[in-house]
């Protein structure tokens, strides 16, 4: 199964995922054009300089990122160094290979491959140094405990409020106590499983439901919820408590301080292999231009935790947003739609 592993499993990073790409395209571009900077004599001709270095640059750039996104696997199963290694020589074959294009077609000087592979494979080291020092960084007891607390958040007030409501139907509705109880014990279940594990869209959906059960014993008709599910795959595998942190967010600050009854809906959809969650509520005296309603602490950190979250398991694959329109608050999470996990 996938797990937040797959951001530090190996020293070499993920070359299918969308951060490292963009990081690594930003890297080397700017390195083109710190040295049109540096080897240009007048203050307009670095223009000119960086687009050609861009013009030798971009084609082994491409080429070498769709071939190590297409081995990814196979460079994993190696060992780091001997890993690193082979991407240190596809880069020297590759840079060889473009250079010798180059000059069949009479656009470059002879002489020049040596120069031209020793920079193309120095650039490459530091980029796979800088991976590697990444990925130090976030080593997996480091990211599982900082997951750990970022998970450990569901509000003590919640906790007494569902004990009390419990309470009160020991004598009046046994059963419904005894379901109460046993919502309960699920809902603090899942907040002690194993963090670093995805876990299934259908689980996520069953814990969400059960903690809104939970409230409406104690909220009434003040709650009402509307469900809007697309049929998904079985196997989607999303965050753990990626849903319920949302929908107590939107009880406690949509739903709770007002004397109103209120709504929330829960919208699920799957659009270009893209998981959109959506989970509006309404406001009490909400506007257009408000920041995220501060009626009570802790909403920005809710938010923020969530978005941490979605970094840990996605890097810069998700996204989340939020605001106010019409009166409702929207908060709206997209992340990649994995059906099933891999492991090395």
Known sequence: MESIRQNTRHLLPDWRNQGVIWRILISVNLLALGAALVGTRTPTGWLVTFMENAAWVEPLLLANLIFLALARDALWRCPPRLGQGIVLLVVAVSAIFLQDSWRFLGLTQDGLTWRVVLLAVACAALLL?????????????????????????????????????????????????????????????????????????????????????????????????????????????????????????????????????????????????RLRLEVINTLEDANEHAEPPEVRPGNRMALENIRQRLALYYDMEATLEYGVKNGLYRVCVECPCRTHGFSV
């Open 129 to 273: 140094y800088y991976f590697e020092l990444r990925a130090q960084a976030l080593l997996p007891y480091l990211a599982e405990a900082r997951l750990a607390a970022l998970n450990a958040r569901i509000r003590p007030h919640f906790l007494f409020n569902a004990l009390n409501t419990v309470i009160a139907l020991i004598r009046s509705n046994p059963r419904g106590a005894e379901n109460a109880l046993e919502s309960l014990s699920d809902l603090f279940r899942a907040l002690l499983k194993n963090t670093r594990e995805l876990t299934s869209l259908s689980a996520e959906i069953a814990l969400g439901r059960q903690y809104l059960e939970l409230e409406k014993l104690r909220l009434g008709e003040r709650l009402h919820v509307h469900w809007e599910i697309e049929v998904l795959p079985q196997d989607t595998q999303v965050p753990p408590l990626m849903l319920q942190p949302l929908l107590e967010n939107a009880v406690y600050h949509g739903i709770e301080p007002s004397a109103q009854a209120g709504e929330i809906q829960v919208r699920m959809d799957m659009k270009n292999d």
